[in-house]
């Protein structure tokens, strides 16, 4: 049931399911020394988003709008197009710093989000600021441990439906640094959005 939820969450974070199974632990990642939230708000549009795993949910035109509801907290509006029936979903959740991981640091990259899931109530992730520059890409990053496994989720955002050629090379580069290039990524169909 665990993994059931994982995969909901997870689907409603990055608008789409993309997760990627590992072996052993999470593997240990650097994220953004200093994350200001007040300068991440607004639209970001997936790029690009680890290969679904168990089924291709689809997805196209994917989008996060976040926004602050107060000094703490972030609104988060995912959107999503269905390729099948051409249908939006939105999904409204809520993100906010992860205290287990960095206490009262006010700059913390280890978020939590949250979404309301029927039924259930609310499922959660984790949210980690690999690398941002507010204003042309974030690499995103949502690990968790199982038994002798792990799954693991990254995804690209860029400020541009179709950013150039210069922030998605950046973007490469600072995955390459990471040690994380090699998690197997494709692009978000972004043609003919609303
Ligand atoms: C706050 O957290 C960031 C990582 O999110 C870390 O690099 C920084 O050193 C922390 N600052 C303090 C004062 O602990
Ligand atoms: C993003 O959210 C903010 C705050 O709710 C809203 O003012 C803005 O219009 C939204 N932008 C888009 C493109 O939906
Ligand atoms: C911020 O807003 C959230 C969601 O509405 C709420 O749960 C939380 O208590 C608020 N925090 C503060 C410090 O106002
Ligand atoms: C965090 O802030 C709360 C309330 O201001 C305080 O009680 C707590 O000791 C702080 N924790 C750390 C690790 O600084």
């Known amino acids: 049931m665990k993994m059931l939820y994982l ?4 689907s409603f974070i990055g608008g789409n399911l993309a997760q990627t199974p590992g072996i052993g632990s999470c593997p240990p990642v650097k994220t953004i020394s200093s994350f200001d939230p007040s300068k991440y708000v607004g639209l ?30 972030i609104k988060v509006v995912n959107r999503k197009i269905s390729p099948l029936t051409g249908t939006e979903s939105v999904i409204v959740g809520s993100a906010v710093a992860d205290k287990s991981q960095c206490g009262n640091n006010t ?18 992730g984790t949210y980690w ?10 690499i995103v ?4 441990d199982f038994i002798f496994s792990h799954v693991k989720y990254l995804w690209v955002l860029t400020r541009e439906p179709k950013p150039p050629k210069s922030v998605l090379d950046k973007a490469n580069t600072i995955m390459e640094k990471y040690g994380i290039a090699d998690t197997p990524t494709m692009e978000t169909n972004q043609d003919n959005c609303p």
């Not at 995969?7 to 997870?10: A, G, P, Q, V």
């Not at 795993?53 to 509801?69: D, M, Q």
């Open 129 to 138: 600021i690999l690398d941002t520059d507010y204003t042309s890409y974030s």
């Open 141 to 144: 990053w949502s690990c968790t």
């Open 7 to 10: 995969i909901l969450i997870i």
């Open 107 to 124: 700059s913390c990259s280890k978020l939590i989000v949250e979404f309301p899931i029927p039924i259930v109530g609310k499922a959660q």
């Open 44 to 73: 970001w549009y997936e790029n690009r988003r680890s290969i679904p795993n168990f089924f291709e949910l689809g997805g196209k035109c994917v989008t996060a709008n976040y926004s602050a509801i107060n000094e703490s907290t």
